[in-house]
């Protein structure tokens, strides 16, 4: 079973129970705004599910509303940052009005921010970039209970650590943006959480039980095992999305200070509900780097070279990245979000938490 909410009551609700949380209702606008958001872009494991664990968060102290950025080091065309566990949808998007006006002044930025509670979809700040005709690459590690497991290992070690790059396409070519925002597990955690919640299986090759065995059952990554452990997820392209997750902890987490992990799953610090991540950006504008004319002949070409490829069987059409979000947005806009049973329900427990009643 399942509800829809139109974006606006889901926006407001969401917002009233981050202020009962201590936020802001400016922060409250801005968390919800980006939490909806993702779900308007179809990938719901980062959209308005997480709040229950946000408040919980909250409430352990691992989450500090109404904070702010802070700038440890500022080279004009380097930054260094600190999110102070700050909510990330409100840290994320200070640190990328920051490095968007260093690189639109010095032609390039590339910009350390460590210690940010749950950045959300990363997509959302190649966005913001790309709207400003910037060139983006983000690396993002997860410091919270490791959730998925190196290339021939049988347990969890790290975390799901996404990597995006945004690439403007010319605005007179009528194209949108490439877009690429991918977990480098095979699937993201919250999309485990997902499944769990609408009762399904998901298909074999994801996952991993709390013994190192294949399993189709979501819960192995969501809730205790009999034993007490978790299973985990499994990387995308067997050795080589393995390769990509290490590189995004050691650039996200090592290189930015905010760290990497290397303890226990059932450690204090992975029992708690925060999520911290790092986030190492490599901003560029194209028009100061003296490519611009040709960079966006070549770009349109290639991508219209893609488009005109002859669609396979049972296939509409061939796409790039970010569309199937975009369509997502339209459609989604119109028709409502779509929330099932047991995530309101955890969204309705969150609320009572902090005082509050949702319908």
């Not at 700040?125 to 060139?135: H, K, P, S």
């Not at 993201?188 to 609408?198: I, L, S």
């Not at 992990?261 to 560029?284: D, K």
């Not at 990245?321 to 979000?337: F, L, S, T, Y």
Request: with cysteine; proline share 5%; net charge neutral.
């Amino acid at each position: 079973m399942s509800k829809t909410i139109q974006v606006v009551e889901l926006t407001a609700s969401i917002a009233t129970i981050l202020i009962a949380s201590g936020s802001s209702e400016k922060e409250a606008n801005t968390v919800a705004s980006n939490l909806v958001m993702a779900n308007l872009s179809g990938h719901d494991s980062h959209g308005v599910g997480m709040l229950p664990r946000y408040v919980n968060a909250v409430l352990e102290g691992g989450l500090k509303p109404n904070t702010s950025v802070k700038t440890l080091l500022d080279l004009g065309h380097m930054l260094t940052l600190d999110g102070q566990r700050g909510y990330g949808q409100v840290i994320g998007e200070q640190a990328m009005q920051m490095g968007i006006a260093r690189a639109q002044k010095h032609g390039s930025c590339i910009m350390t921010l460590s210690n940010s509670h749950h950045l959300g979809r990363i997509g959302h700040w190649a966005e913001m970039a790309t709207n400003a005709g910037l060139v983006s690459m983000h690396f993002v590690n997860v410091m919270a209970r490791p959730s998925v497991a190196p290339w021939g290992g049988a347990d969890g070690r790290f975390g799901t650590n996404p990597c995006c790059i945004g690439i403007p396409l010319p605005l007179n070519s009528g194209k949108e943006p490439f877009l690429l925002d991918f977990a480098t597990s095979r699937v993201a955690q919250g999309k485990m959480r997902v499944a769990y919640n609408e009762g399904h299986t998901v298909a074999p090759g994801l996952l991993i039980d709390e013994t190192g065995a294949p399993t189709v059952n979501p819960g192995v990554v969501v809730v205790p095992q009999s034993n007490g452990l978790f299973g985990a997820l499994m990387t995308f392209g067997e050795h080589k999305g393995y390769g990509m997750a290490v590189a995004c902890e050691l650039l996200g987490g090592a290189l930015t200070g905010g760290g990497t992990w290397h303890e226990p799953a059932n450690s204090p610090r992975g029992q708690q509900q925060a999520v911290l991540n790092g986030m190492l950006t490599v901003l560029i504008d194209p028009a100061k780097l003296g490519t611009q004319a040709s960079f966006e002949s070549e770009a349109q070409a290639f991508v219209g070279w893609l488009q005109q490829a002859p669609p396979s069987q049972g296939v509409e059409a061939v796409q790039i990245a970010g569309d199937p979000e975009r369509r997502a947005r339209v459609q989604r806009a119109k028709d409502g979000i779509v929330i099932d049973d047991q995530t309101w329900a955890d969204i309705v427990a969150a609320a009572a938490k902090v005082g509050v009643t949702v319908r």
